[in-house]
């Protein structure tokens, strides 16, 4: 059997209505993964479901996974019908470009609350032996934001560091019992995150920060398909590694 193919796993994504999760959506389907598909925008997921493979078993979940106390029972329900999950892709995210000084408390707390803690609550519940395959991956979409600095993203780039370091410390605690666990840092991608933050920090620095880039913007499906290779039987002997998918952003 390919060691990269994702059949008959079940595979939970976050952010499934937009960008780069739509694209983990697609790709895993295409690989031959059964899907639980979560985000608030109905409309935008269902469209996302209608880009599957066909023949794909899809459920979805329409939530804000900041809401955290009924997740698992949302969660459970779908479960029930698609069976145990082998994979979780946690791909939700928010980004906020503002000068220090527009940083408010809130704004952390915000950032934090989806880019982290609902990340790592969903983590919490998949790890459960009654809701999780004896093996399992769960991948975490960080950033390269988390590695090196960025103007203007002290409460995103704190974000994404909590969650590459959140992800090692995880990795050891869940091997044991079967689950690996890795974090995905991209640069820029061409979705409406990116489009917003080009908005948001005009012509001028847009064009810097795609210079930056040796192989230039990438695209959602680069980083679905680095999100395949971790879920995949063929990244058995990794975790707790974060990989660096960034068009040679971070080289310099
Ligand atoms: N694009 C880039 O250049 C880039 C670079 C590095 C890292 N990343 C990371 O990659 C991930 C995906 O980014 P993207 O560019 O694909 O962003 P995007 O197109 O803006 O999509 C963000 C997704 O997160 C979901 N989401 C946000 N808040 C949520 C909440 N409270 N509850 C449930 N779902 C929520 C949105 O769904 P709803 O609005 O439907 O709820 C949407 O599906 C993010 O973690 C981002 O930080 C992106």
Redesign the pocket.
Known sequence: MNPFSLKDKIILI?????????SCSVECSKSGAGLIL????SE??QKTVSMLAPDTKAETIM????NTANLEELIAEKISVLGKVSGFIH?????KTLPLKKHTSQLYTDVF???VI?GFEIARILSLKKYKNEISSFVF?????GMVGEIGKTA?SAS?GAVIAGARSMAMELARGGTRVNSI??????????E?MFENIGEDAAEEILKKHPLGI?Q?ED?ANACIFLLSDASKWITGSNLVVDGGYSVH
Do not use: F, H, Q
């Open positions: 976050t952010g499934a209505s937009s960008g780069i999760g739509r979560i985000a608030r925008n935008e997921l939530a804000d996974i900041t791909c939700a995210g928010i980004e609350a989806v880019n609902a979409v960080s950033s390269v934001a995103y994404k840092s991209p640069a820029m991608v061409n979705t409406p995150i990116l917003k990438g959602p980083v």
